[in-house]
């Protein structure tokens, strides 16, 4: 199984701040990750998916980069509602493994 | 847009069996791929299976022998059975819809979830 591996689990940030989330897999996953937004008591929300491509409604502050076994989530400036915890997600195989989530707390 | 919901019961006795049913509505099951998620309280995600249309599945290897996934088209819907459950069972239990990947007219399940349940807490005890 392909392990997914986030850092750091937890980030401390001021509204305005760049904040970057990395996420390693354990072997080659091309450009199959996406990024998901999580706040408490919701559904996950899809951010971003095959590394880069921004799902339809998101805001453009977001925008995702690597590939093959390191990703980056960037949040250009971060804002109010961006205090969540996110999780990447490869689906190079069939299955879907997650990062074990970073959650983004106000400084 | 696609909705989807979960249903079922929020309290199930250990060693039975916890069955759920996700209705789409705003589009048609009878295409893409359909999974369920879930997430233990505190915790990350964790991938369930899925199923496609046909009925063809694939599950996660640390749940298979307790799985399954079906779908009913007729009423756009698809449910999950885990048998023998325990404490460890309890979470959040979301479906999902999963995306595929087409190339040279083949469509492989290999995509992310582009929308999902609100959710339901499925908790295991006496």
């Known amino acids: 199984d392909i392990q997914m591996t986030q850092s750091p689990s937890t980030l401390s940030a001021s509204v305005g701040d760049r904040v970057t989330i990395t996420c390693r897999a354990s072997?080659?996953?091309?450009?199959?990750l996406a990024w998901y937004q999580q706040k408490p008591g919701k559904a996950p929300k899809l951010l971003i998916y095959?590394?880069?491509s921004l799902q339809s409604g998101v805001p453009s502050r977001f925008s995702g980069s690597g590939s093959g076994t390191e990703f980056t989530l960037t949040i250009s400036s971060l804002q109010p509602d961006d205090f969540a915890t996110y999780y990447c997600?490869?689906?190079?195989?069939?299955?879907?493994?997650f990062g074990q989530g970073t959650k983004v707390e106000i400084k | 847009q696609v909705q989807l919901q979960e249903s079922g019961p929020g309290l199930v006795k250990p060693s039975e069996t916890l069955s759920l049913t996700c209705s789409v509505s705003g589009g048609s099951i009878s295409t893409y791929y359909w999974s369920w998620i879930r997430q233990p309280p505190g915790k990350g995600l964790e991938w369930i299976g899925y199923?496609?249309?046909?009925?063809?599945?694939n599950y996660n290897p640390s749940l298979k022998s307790r799985i399954t996934i079906s779908v009913d088209t007729s009423k756009n819907q698809f449910s999950l059975k885990l048998n023998s459950v325990t404490a460890a069972d309890t979470a959040v239990y979301y479906c999902?819809?999963?995306?595929?990947?087409?190339?040279?007219?083949?469509?492989?399940?290999?995509?992310?979830?582009?929308?999902w349940g609100q959710g339901i807490l499925v908790t295991v005890s006496t």
């Open positions: 199923i496609y249309y046909s009925g063809s599945t």
């Open positions: 997600q490869q689906y190079n195989t069939y299955s879907g493994t």
């Open positions: 095959k590394e880069s």
């Open positions: 999902a819809r999963k995306r595929d990947f087409c190339s040279g007219g083949t469509c492989y399940p290999i995509g992310h979830f582009d929308f």
């Open positions: 072997q080659s996953i091309s450009s199959w």
